[in-house]
T-cell receptor, first 115, second 115 residues
Framework: DTEVTQTPKHLVMGMTNKKSLKCEQH?????MYWYKQKAKKPPELMFV???????INESVPSRFSPECPNSSLLNLHLHALQPEDSALYLC??????????????FGNGTRLTVT | AQKITQTQPGMFVQEKEAVTLDCTYD???????LFWYKQPSSGEMIFLIY??????QNATEGRYSLNFQKARKSANLVISASQLGDSAMYFC????????????FGTGTRLQVFP
């Protein structure tokens, strides 16, 4: 069983909709991440939160808005998405963003389809 | 710049046989961590095994072992006694001290285990 929980598992939304992806971890990890993965490609980093503060934004369009309400939760708010944003969105956590020996633990992902 | 290379887009192995998935890396940092992940068709990224740059011994985790050759900058994953459930995409990844936030992924190898 994964220790990082993502909801929903699947999401279909229109280009004018507003939706949110949710991620929760209870491992006491202080770093949390959002990745985007297109089919047959490796995951691409979007955002990194460290101690509940945004530390990295990989030049992600503003239609994606991350939020970290507390150390266990990470949200990704979606608004006015494009069909090319359809992908698997993966949340991950690690003990600390600065430890090279700390693996990222991923959730099951949300499969997003934008129509 | 760091780079991870997986030269095998696909591999086939018969059940109960061993298989080696190749991974080479490039970094100028003496301190780094190497990771292998398994991604079944369901989408979850499952952490398998970790090797640190200063580790003297090759890492092992159950049926997974890492053939770490530091001078050659390679970190090949060996799966022994393959099972049908091992069929998945496998990603090699790296973190180093200059870019600890970023888990750099290779392009992946799709492993198919046949009876």
């Amino acid at each position: 069983d994964t220790e990082v929980t993502q909801t929903p598992k699947h999401l279909v939304m229109g280009m004018t909709n507003k939706k949110s992806l949710k991620c929760e971890q209870h491992m006491g990890h202080r770093a949390m991440y959002w990745y985007k993965q297109k089919a047959k490609k490796p995951p691409e980093l979007m955002f990194v939160y460290s101690y509940e503060k945004l530390s990295i934004n990989e030049s992600v369009p503003s239609r994606f808005s991350p939020e970290c309400p507390n150390s266990s939760l990470l949200n990704l708010h979606l608004h006015a998405l494009q069909p090319e944003d359809s992908a698997l969105y993966l949340c991950a956590s690690s003990q600390d963003r600065s430890l090279v020996n700390s693996p990222l633990h991923f959730g099951n992902g949300t499969r997003l389809t934008v129509t | 710049a760091q780079k991870i290379t997986q030269t095998q887009p696909g591999m086939f192995v018969q059940e109960k046989e061993a298989v080696t998935l190749d991974c080479t890396y490039d970094t100028s940092d003496p301190s780094y961590g190497l990771f292998w992940y398994k991604q079944p068709s369901s989408g979850e990224m499952i952490f398998l095994i970790y090797q640190g740059s200063y580790d003297q011994q090759n890492a092992t985790e159950g049926r997974y072992s890492l053939n770490f050759q530091k001078a050659r900058k390679s970190a090949n994953l060996v799966i022994s006694a393959s099972q049908l459930g091992d069929s998945a995409m496998y990603f090699c990844a790296m973190r180093d001290i200059y870019n600890t936030d970023k888990l750099i992924f290779g392009t992946g190898t799709r492993l198919q285990v046949f009876p």
